[in-house]
């Protein structure tokens, strides 16, 4: 009797705890429904944000897929973009992370792929001509520009220029394709979507630019550097749409801002290849 009495005691228990797992899995909310690229896990994919996100909430639009990481700020308006939504950056407003994941921690080569599109003349937060920022991370490294990372455009309707600066633990170097060096990019400020690639290679120290998936011919050295080493933990902001300034009401260029859509931010620690690059391209990704 004794044993009988203790089964039906524990059948009931254990009926409970079922009963209990089964409410508190119905009760958990459920994950947003923001895009996700194939990338196994410590893939080289660090970071992608499409900014496809259709909630309310504009921090969960403008999630990392990765490793969800949620914006802290994103202030900017949704619009059409390249492929799904995008972001219309605006005058002294951009999106803002705490991190690029572990990108800068692992990254020893890298590539930085996105989508813009932007109309005529950049411009300073003052209204003069100036640069315009797509990506900055914000740094307390010491260096004289506050960052580890500048990448922007300047130019107008008829010709872009991308510059380029990495600041390591060891120094820095800057990555320009602008008029002193005969390489402003024709139409790159044209109001179309266009696509734009960095890769640096740590095995010859170059950096590659790519538009709409075309090399450029003017490729750029870091002397004999080799691979990049951030001091990540120095990293305090990661901005898209901005540079890493604070003068955000004067013509302070590195306080400038982005005007024109962004979509589709991607940033990965290996070189990839010209094949990849072209799907990213063809498939607008």
């Not at 196994?40 to 970071?47: M, Q």
């Not at 949620?70 to 705490?98: C, D, H, R």
């Not at 990540?232 to 859509?261: C, H, Q």
Request: hydrophobic content about 35%.
């Amino acid at each position: 009797m004794r044993i009988k009495k203790f089964k039906i005691i524990f059948k009931g228990a254990l009926a409970s705890m079922l009963l209990l797992s089964a409410c508190q899995k119905m009760n958990r909310p459920g994950y947003s429904n923001y895009p996700k690229d194939t990338n196994p896990p410590g893939g080289p994919l660090k970071f992608y944000v499409a900014f496809d996100g259709t909630t309310t909430n504009p921090l969960m639009n403008a999630v990392d897929s990765i490793r969800a990481n949620f914006a802290s700020e994103n202030p900017l308006t949704s619009i059409a973009g390249v492929n799904g939504k995008a972001v219309q950056g605006e005058n002294k407003k951009f999106v803002k992370y705490a991190k690029p994941n572990d990108w800068a921690d692992i990254s020893r080569s890298f590539t930085i792929s996105c989508w813009f599109k932007r109309n005529g003349q950049t411009k300073n937060n003052a209204g003069t001509n100036g640069p315009e920022y797509l990506m900055s991370f914000k740094a307390s490294t010491g260096h004289w520009s506050g960052s580890s990372l500048l990448v922007f455009l300047e130019g107008d309707n008829a010709a872009g220029q991308v510059k380029v600066m990495v600041a390591d633990k060891t120094s820095d170097s800057w990555f320009t394709w602008e008029n002193s060096n005969t390489s402003s990019i024709p139409g790159l400020l044209d109001n179309n979507w266009h696509h734009i690639v960095l890769t640096y290679n740590s095995t010859n120290s170059i950096m590659t630019l790519y538009i709409d998936g075309v090399a450029n011919s003017k490729t750029r050295a870091w002397g004999t550097h080799g691979g990049v080493v951030f001091d990540a933990s120095k990293i305090t902001e990661m901005r898209v749409g901005a540079g890493p300034g604070t003068n955000y009401d004067s013509n302070d260029w590195l306080s400038s801002t982005f005007k024109g859509g962004i979509d589709q931010v991607r940033m990965y620690s290996t070189v990839l290849t010209q094949a990849e690059i072209t799907a990213l391209f063809t498939g607008k990704l």
